[in-house]
């Protein structure tokens, strides 16, 4: 127990964390021009089926190169895979990509592909080059609009058969703050990093009949993802000498290319800095890697410290971990954002931490770690039920203070929690709740609140054998609330009638 002059002093520093928790996805500080790289290096662009068209600011110029060869195919493809090679300009902050995409046929009859092309919620950032079929025939008659790049089928799609399309795309990336019509997206640059992040045309969800592409909010988020196999190369010019790529795998490449391959996963985003100071440790086959700047080292270390603590709590409390790495990425900017094999860690609580564990570095650290489990194993429409990941992720904030740091449980319930006083129904969608405030106290807090009550009312041992069932069995798949509560009740016959009218509409 602190002493009370202490905790008065301690009191305000959270007040003030806490105000700029609030307003992280609020209008943010300009961000200033990059700074002018030391170095210069010449790059090879990829090719694909054609040039992309000649644009003196957007594309680098890169002498042409032979596009990546992918790995041995697999047998079939079981879900949408993914052959990228990308070339950045960092001094420019552009990129040059060529990617190709295989896509299994869905399950049911579409007469359209559809793809999600986030970057093109921002205006003047993708311009599209070319887009054809996988034998070269150029795609008739697609449109491109907001972030849908619908592409009309040639044929009927026949069960079991794998549609290929090929593309060329250039991106000029924008400042990564941009204001409240945006929302929490690290997409873009500041002047210490570049974030690749829902960065290259992907294949959403097909579910009952429709392709799943929700409309960008500017709070919460709104992609749905199902699970994809990538081939990534990247190519950096115009960058520092100690420039540093962090991704969602780890770097299989040699010299001047960095390749990576991941396979069952939501996401592949990358984040590339000249300052970043790494971290590394081995927790069984799992390699954690942590990415900071060298002003924060204190924060950095507790914060890399903190996802090796939850990662090997969650591995073993939820379930094994499916790969090969996890980063950690000290974020340019004031928000928190989760990604398969990656996240990012709001700079604004680098600075307030204390040494102790009752700090929202620490809460945040352990809350996105989560993520993994429940976004990344556990998928769910994100826009539309939102409490699925959002909920399950604080009260693991939870479940890692009661286990771990049992002395800082009573400031997590006090300060990251109560109070905020939370209130609201916690199954609205990202279109509910009328901005980020009532969103977060909703989905979040008192979404933790209600799994806190269902444990209560169901016991803890019976709980957690819920929560295992209900990961083994929705893992790499998008769940739904039916999902959960199906799962539950072969679990316990608990009557929890006034936990449903409590919490739910």
Known sequence: MKMKGKMCFRFGILVFVGLLWLTSCAAPTPTPPPVTPTSTATLQHPTATAPLPASPTATPNIPPKASPTPEPPLPTVIRPRYTISAAL????????????????????????????????????????????????????????????????????????????????????????????????????????????????????????????????????????YPLADYTVEIQLANAPDSTVIAASGLDRGEGDIHRYQMEATRTFVWSVS???????????????????????AIGGEAAFQTTVEAFEFYNQQFGPYPHESLSMVQADFNHGMEYNGLYFL?????????????????????HETSHQW??????????????????????????????????????WLAYRVNYYEPQGLIDGNIYDYGGYR????????????????LRAAIGEDVFTAFLQDYLT?????????DDFFAILS???????????VQYFR
């Open 490 to 500: 072969e679990h316990s016959d608990a009557d929890i009638g006034n936990l449903l």
């Open 473 to 481: 069995r929705e893992s790499g798949k998008i769940a739904t609330a």
């Open 438 to 453: 009532p969103y977060r106290d909703a989905v979040y807090l008192n979404g933790m609140n209600f799994l806190t009550a």
């Open 274 to 296: 000249p300052e970043y100071r790494v971290y590394r440790q081995q927790v069984g086959d799992v390699t954690i890697l942590g990415y900071g700047f060298p002003f924060d």
């Open 346 to 366: 709001s700079r604004a609580f680098y600075n307030t931490y204390d040494g102790s564990a009752a700090t929202y570095l620490v809460a945040i650290a352990a």
């Open 89 to 224: 300009d960092y001094g420019r902050k552009t990129l040059a990509i060529s990617e190709q995409v295989e896509i299994p046929h869905p399950g049911d009859s579409p007469d359209n592909i559809v793809l999600v092309v986030q970057p093109n919620w921002y205006p003047g950032v993708f311009d599209l080059g070319t887009l054809a079929w996988g034998d070269g025939v150029p795609v008739e008659a697609y449109s491109l609009e907001g972030i849908r790049l619908t592409i009309p089928l040639d044929s009927p799609w026949q069960a079991g058969e794998t549609r290929t399309i090929s593309m060329t795309y250039s991106l000029s990336l924008p400042p990564v703050e941009r204001g409240d019509e945006f929302g929490p997206n690290p997409f873009g640059y500041t002047n210490r990093q570049v974030n690749l992040t829902d960065w290259h045309p992907f294949v959403p969800p097909f579910i009952n009949g429709e392709w799943v592409a929700h409309t960008p909010w500017f709070y919460g988020e709104h992609l749905v």
């Open 374 to 411: 429940w976004f990344g194993m556990v998928g769910n429409d994100q826009a539309l039920e939102p409490w699925l990941d959002e909920a399950f992720a604080t009260f693991s904030e939870r479940l890692f203070y009661e286990n771990l740091h049992p002395e800082a449980l009573d400031w």
